[in-house]
């Protein structure tokens, strides 16, 4: 019988640990590389695994929506990453966001807990690895330079970057609970949310200071490239912007004097009890862990100077004093050209012992990452075991977001999360006889998810070593 080849998996962030733990448990071999505390990045603040730099959030709850499918058919495969997240949830409404701190601890602890995984505190710089070892990339959005100039002398192709923003957070301690009220969108779910209102003459004066507000020149690393016609044919064609979906607030608010009001200050659904009615706009603040000692500013990721913010900031009817254990910050996200290098199974197409995961492969959010982390770990276990890996069902929504990262034009190609818009649609006879987009959402979501559990079925048979135990192979049905 053909030994299995081992796998060694670069990056701790959300990917890295999830194909590690997956790999690990079908019985395979897997060193985990972080570079992390030798070498930081512009954005980490500690060396934990899956640290979580930008929101708290993995997104929506609500049954038969996009995330909520995404996160079932991870729920039916086992990821670890998800159960640790729904250990560690806190409050928020429809939506999974978990206390960060114990959401890495949680990780740290599978990781060590898990014989078959090594943990190395290195930086890698080299892929040139022996043909006895499948390697999978998940370095993240921060990539080292190094490592990412590694990344392009092998696929031939400039990487590619968008910038990306941090939203603050406020210590609860130092908000005015007189000025600002619980609540939930439309009264949906528990009063999860603290609100902000503002009168229009608060926000029209929030919006001029926002406007105006001193930025953060762009550190060398930040840069766009003064010259983009060196770039080649694998990179975008203009020069890199802000990633649509993570745009900092005061861009924002430069669209439109109302662009803020329909966007993370939407005030609908947000009835003041104080008043009976909604406010002009509205700023909501998240729990950033089950103490609710802090909360994130939702949606209010920024490149203001420090002191810039807490100036700004502080407008906010009930923030007027405000102590801020975060200020937004914003730093540079790298990602490849996914379709133009990528098979569906996130192999290179030209080194198949490589497979690219997470953000670095084109997804985009941390819901996502961790399913590609989850897909790349079972890709890597098949190809350790001598086996060629079986893509995932277009039908499903791990199927549907790898299609798009390796079928869109490579020359308008940007990160995407999970959405509906990447499911197959339902054929037109079937359209005109469902007009409810609810319940053509929900018969796209048992399509799919019949789909996923007959693919997890399949996939986990070929392998038969004794000392491999398919996660969720005795649960592919359960909900």
């Given at each position: 019988?053909?030994?299995?080849?081992?796998?060694?998996?670069?990056?701790?962030?959300?990917?890295?640990?999830?194909?590690?733990?997956?790999?690990?448990?079908?019985?395979?071999?897997?060193?985990?590389?972080?570079?992390?505390?030798?070498?930081?990045?512009?954005?980490?603040?500690?060396?934990?695994?899956?640290?979580?730099?930008?929101?708290?959030?993995?997104?929506?709850?609500?049954?038969?929506?996009?995330?909520?499918?995404?996160?079932?058919?991870?729920?039916?495969?086992?990821?670890?990453?998800?159960?640790?997240?729904?250990?560690?949830?806190?409050?928020?409404?429809?939506?999974?966001?978990?206390?960060?701190?114990?959401?890495?601890?949680?990780?740290?602890?599978?990781?060590?807990?898990?014989?078959?995984?090594?943990?190395?505190?290195?930086?890698?710089?080299?892929?040139?690895?022996?043909?006895?070892?499948?390697?999978?990339?998940?370095?993240?959005?921060?990539?080292?330079?190094?490592?990412?100039?590694?990344?392009?002398?092998?696929?031939?192709?400039?990487?590619?970057?968008?910038?990306?923003?941090?939203?603050?957070?406020?210590?609860?301690?130092?908000?005015?609970?007189?000025?600002?009220?619980?609540?939930?969108?439309?009264?949906?779910?528990?009063?999860?949310?603290?609100?902000?209102?503002?009168?229009?003459?608060?926000?029209?004066?929030?919006?001029?200071?926002?406007?105006?507000?001193?930025?953060?020149?762009?550190?060398?690393?930040?840069?766009?490239?003064?010259?983009?016609?060196?770039?080649?044919?694998?990179?975008?064609?203009?020069?890199?912007?802000?990633?649509?979906?993570?745009?900092?607030?005061?861009?924002?608010?430069?669209?439109?004097?109302?662009?803020?009001?329909?966007?993370?200050?939407?005030?609908?659904?947000?009835?003041?009890?104080?008043?009976?009615?909604?406010?002009?706009?509205?700023?909501?603040?998240?729990?950033?862990?089950?103490?609710?000692?802090?909360?994130?500013?939702?949606?209010?990721?920024?490149?203001?100077r420090f002191g810039e913010q807490a100036r700004v900031l502080r407008m906010i009817?009930?923030?007027?004093?405000?102590?801020?254990?975060?200020?937004?910050?914003?730093?540079?996200?790298?990602?490849?050209?996914?379709?133009?290098?990528?098979?569906?199974?996130?192999?290179?197409?030209?080194?198949?012992?490589?497979?690219?995961?997470?953000?670095?492969?084109?997804?985009?959010?941390?819901?996502?990452?961790?399913?590609?982390?989850l897909l790349a770990g079972r890709y890597a276990a098949a190809l350790a075991h001598?086996?060629?890996?079986?893509p995932t069902p277009r039908l499903t929504a791990h199927g549907s977001l790898i299609?798009?990262?390796?079928?869109?034009?490579?020359?308008?190609?940007?990160?995407?999360?999970?959405?509906?818009?990447?499911?197959?649609?339902?054929?037109?006879?079937?359209?005109?006889?469902?007009?409810?987009?609810?319940?053509?959402?929900?018969?796209?979501?048992?399509?799919?998810?019949?789909?996923?559990?007959?693919?997890?079925?399949?996939?986990?048979?070929?392998?038969?070593?004794?000392?491999?135990?398919?996660?969720?192979?005795?649960?592919?049905?359960?909900?």
């Open positions: 019988m053909p030994s299995i080849k081992r796998i060694h998996i670069i990056g701790g962030g959300l990917a890295g640990p999830e194909a590690a733990l997956q790999a690990a448990s079908f019985g395979c071999q897997v060193v985990l590389s972080e570079m992390r505390p030798l070498r930081s990045t512009e954005a980490h603040q500690t060396a934990d695994f899956a640290e979580l730099v930008c929101s708290n959030s993995l997104k929506s709850e609500s049954d038969n929506t996009a995330p909520w499918l995404l996160k079932q058919e991870m729920r039916r495969a086992r990821s670890f990453l998800l159960q640790a997240a729904d250990a560690t949830a806190v409050p928020a409404g429809h939506a999974l966001a978990v206390d960060r701190v114990e959401f890495s601890r949680r990780v740290a602890e599978l990781i060590a807990s898990q014989p078959r995984i090594q943990v190395r505190r290195e930086e890698v710089t080299s892929l040139n690895t022996p043909e006895d070892v499948i390697t999978v990339l998940a370095s993240g959005p921060l990539t080292s330079s190094a490592l990412a100039a590694e990344l392009q002398r092998l696929t031939g192709a400039e990487h590619l970057a968008f910038y990306d923003s941090i939203s603050p957070i406020v210590d609860a301690g130092s908000i005015d609970m007189d000025k600002v009220y619980f609540a939930a969108r439309w009264d949906k779910g528990s009063a999860d949310y603290l609100n902000c209102p503002l009168t229009r003459q608060e926000y029209e004066a929030f919006l001029d200071a926002l406007t105006t507000a001193e930025t953060v020149q762009a550190h060398s690393w930040d840069q766009p490239p003064s010259d983009p016609s060196h770039l080649s044919d694998h990179s975008l064609p203009a020069p890199l912007a802000y990633f649509e979906g993570c745009l900092p607030i005061e861009e924002t608010a430069r669209r439109g004097r109302d662009t803020l009001r329909f966007g993370p200050m939407k005030p609908a659904g947000l009835t003041n009890p104080k008043t009976g009615r909604w406010p002009y706009a509205a700023v909501q603040l998240r729990k950033e862990n089950l103490r609710a000692d802090s909360y994130n500013l939702v949606g209010f990721q920024n490149h203001l009817p009930g923030l007027e004093h405000a102590t801020f254990l975060r200020y937004g910050q914003i730093h540079r996200n790298t990602y490849i050209n996914a379709p133009s290098l990528l098979r569906e199974t996130l192999q290179l197409r030209a080194h198949p012992g490589i497979l690219i995961a997470g953000q670095l492969s084109g997804v985009e959010g941390y819901t996502e990452s961790i399913a590609c982390g001598g086996l060629q890996p079986t299609h798009y990262i390796t079928h869109a034009d490579p020359k308008r190609f940007q990160p995407a999360n999970i959405t509906f818009d990447l499911l197959p649609p339902l054929d037109d006879q079937l359209r005109r006889r469902i007009r409810d987009k609810k319940e053509r959402h929900r018969i796209q979501c048992e399509r799919a998810l019949a789909a996923w559990n007959q693919w997890l079925a399949s996939a986990a048979q070929p392998i038969t070593a004794s000392s491999f135990t398919p996660p969720g192979a005795c649960s592919s049905a359960s909900a």
